[in-house]
């Protein structure tokens, strides 16, 4: 007769920015089951769009999640565009995906700082930060914020960046994409790095399927799957080629995370090089009637946005479902079998945002 | 080896944190720090107020006064956005921390335009 035992994971952990509870069912030091609990910190944000008008709706969304606000924000605008019938104008789609994919770098250096400091390597968690710091100086210059960059809005973007600020921005990415090859090498080559990832974390890529992961713990999988790919913003002229690992451990998942940091500065060059003149926003009239879904990549994975109008300033229904809760079922299939002192590594390497799956 | 040459690096190097708070902070021209009211333009129209997403400004037209919470403002700059007389701005400068919640009270000296008397029509 085996000797069971629970132990509770969460919602206070160190590895944990955010809380989650995990119920672990333990045998000796192998875990058997994990068993999920939420709602620490649900907000009902999507009940707000009762009470805020489809404009000022943008701030609420953006601020569904602190650290792909952008891609939140800019998500809400699709849909309402779409129901809208809006074109935008090139420009404020290009802008958008500029942003778009400077958020996805600094979501996966800050997601490359934590998975080291899961680990212990306070040194290479430092590096990540700092070079992080670096777009979100970017940022703030050309947003006027550094994580919530309230740029998008309904119609276009709220702001416009100089042609000349764009090219100096191109230049400074080349010095960081320079900068952050030592530190991506440290990830890639480290044997302690290695010891801790390789073959930890196993989700074969029909459970990966099945379970409906999404973004890098699904390309991690070896599944070619990007929401990119659809041809949104101006993803239409750029070509996204998904990334894929086939290895199905938690190595994988980071190397897909390091390769996408590079895939996004090749895309940002592609959008400084193509960047349109003209404007950046249209007048929006009428109010929104109708609905629509929109597809989007975030740097967790696919996000899926609903949006109900009724031709009044108030929407009838907003729903957003996020990478982070569609993740959770394979993490509790990735956890089955592990060794506890893994946990914390597995957990992070779904790259959980807690916030975003509980709004 | 990879991370030998990456510690080496920082340990001869300058530090990456500014020496804060001996060296000040620098903002950049268009960051979102906190708004600031030009009152000579202002007309007391409430559009910021009606537009603010926190509830965050308000607006007394009898007592001639433009007030903002700053705790409860966001920085979103929709006000600014939607100012008919261009009165609103954002400053770089961020709001220092305080431990009470301080409502910011200005005193508008707007006078509005007298409405010019109807002429009185004389009984029929």
Known sequence: MSNRTIIPFGPQHPVLPEPIHLDLVVEDERVIEAIPSFGFIHRGLERLVEKKDFQEFTFVAERVCGICSFIHGMGYCQAVERVMGITLPPRADYLRTFWAELSRIHSHLLWMGLVADAFGFENLFMNSWRIRENILDIVEETTGGRVIFGAAKIGGTRRDVTNDKLKEIGRTLKTIEAELHAITDVFEQDYSVQQRLRGIGILSREDAFDLGAVGPTLRGSGEPMDARCEGYAAYRDIEVEPIVESDCDSYARCMVRIREIYQSFDIIRQVLCRMPDGETEIKVKGYPNGEHFARLEQPRGEVLYYVKGNGTKHLDRFRVRTPTFANIPPLLKMLQGCDLPDVPVIVLTIDPCISCAER | ?124
């Open chain 2, 1 to 124: 080896m990879k991370m030998t040459y990456v510690a080496l690096k920082s340990l001869f190097s300058s530090p990456a944190t500014a020496n804060y708070p001996a060296e000040p902070k620098t903002y950049y021209p268009g960051t979102r720090g906190h708004i600031v009211l030009e009152v000579s333009t202002c007309t007391l129209c409430k559009i910021c107020e009606i537009r603010c997403p926190t509830g965050a400004i308000q607006v007394d037209r009898e007592g001639k006064a433009w007030s903002i919470e700053r705790m409860k403002c966001i920085q979103c700059g929709f006000c600014v956005d939607s100012c008919p007389r261009k009165c609103l701005s954002n400053d770089p400068q961020y709001t220092s921390p305080a431990s009470e919640k301080i409502t910011d009270r200005l005193d508008v000296p707007y006078e509005p335009p007298k409405r010019k008397p109807k002429p009185e029509t004389p009984p029929a």
